[in-house]
C-alpha cells in the first residue's frame, strides 16, 4: 500500500479513530499530516475510496474511523516494523490459564496428527492441550506468529470426517518444550491451544487463572 496511505491511517489511529469514531476536520488533519487542509481533504476522499475509512458526515462535523481493512494495514505495518527492531529469533506472548471446549483432546489424539506432530516436533504430545488467553498488549505480537512459518501439520480425512491442516509454532514455557497448535482456517480469537509432551497444568502446578509466559521461536 502507499506509504502516504499507511501515513494518514497511523495518524488518524493516534487520534483515536481505530477504535472508534473520531471528530475530525481536514483542517485538523492537514495539521497532523504537515499538509494543506485542501490537500488533508483529497487524502480523506483517497482513504475512503480505497475504503480505508468510514466517513460519518453530521451537521457541523465529520466524523472518521479507520475500517477494518484500515486496522489490517497498520498491523501489517506494525509486524514489519517490530521485525526491524524488537524480533530475533522469539517472541515473548503472556496469558492467563482457561478452560478449553474439551474438543483439543480429542483432535490432538488422531495418530495422524500424533505421528506428525513426533516426527515435525520432536515429541509426541499429551493428549490434551493447554489453553491460554494471550493479554490484549500482545495481541499484536500473535498477530506476528501467525504471520511466520511454523511446522505445517498437514490434513487429512477418516472415517469420512475432514481434519484440517495445523501450523505448529515451537515454543517453551518455563524451558519445557511445547508448540502453540493454530488451525490454518483459524477465527484468529484471543486464545491459544499449546501441546506439549508432559500435561502441562500438572508439570507446572498451574491452573485457570494463573499468568504464565510462553517464548514462541520465530
Given at each position: ?48 475510496d480505497?475504503?480505508l ?26 509486524s ?37 506432530f ?5 515429541f509426541r ?5 493447554l ?12 498477530d ?32 519445557i ?15 491459544i ?7 502441562l497444568r ?5 491452573g ?11
Amino acid at each position: 500500500m502507499d506509504s502516504k496511505y499507511t501515513f494518514a491511517l497511523r495518524k488518524i489511529a493516534l487520534l483515536g479513530g481505530m477504535d472508534d469514531y473520531v471528530v475530525l476536520s481536514s483542517r485538523e488533519l492537514g495539521d497532523a499530516l504537515e499538509m494543506s487542509q485542501q490537500s488533508a481533504s483529497k487524502r480523506i476522499l483517497e482513504l475512503l475510496d480505497e475504503k480505508l475509512i468510514t466517513r460519518d458526515l453530521g451537521a457541523r462535523k465529520q466524523r472518521i474511523k479507520l475500517t477494518p481493512r484500515g486496522v489490517d494495514e497498520l498491523k501489517q505495518e506494525y509486524s514489519e516494523y517490530r521485525r526491524v527492531f524488537e524480533v530475533n529469533d522469539q517472541i515473548t506472548l503472556h496469558g492467563t490459564v482457561v478452560d478449553g471446549l474439551g474438543e483439543g483432546r480429542y483432535y490432538i489424539c488422531q495418530e495422524e496428527y500424533m505421528n506428525q506432530f513426533e516426527t515435525k516436533l520432536g515429541f509426541r504430545p499429551f493428549e490434551g492441550t493447554l489453553n491460554v488467553t494471550v493479554d490484549k498488549e500482545d495481541l499484536n505480537k500473535l498477530d506476528i506468529i501467525r504471520s511466520t512459518s511454523g511446522a505445517v501439520i498437514e490434513g487429512f480425512m477418516t472415517d469420512g470426517r475432514t481434519f484440517g491442516r495445523v501450523i505448529a509454532h515451537r515454543a517453551k514455557i518455563k524451558n519445557i518444550d511445547c508448540a502453540i497448535v493454530i488451525p490454518e482456517r483459524s477465527h484468529y480469537d484471543s486464545t491459544i491451544e499449546i501441546v506439549c509432551q508432559y500435561h502441562l497444568r500438572r508439570t507446572l502446578s498451574i491452573g485457570n487463572g494463573n499468568h504464565i509466559e510462553i517464548k514462541v521461536k520465530i
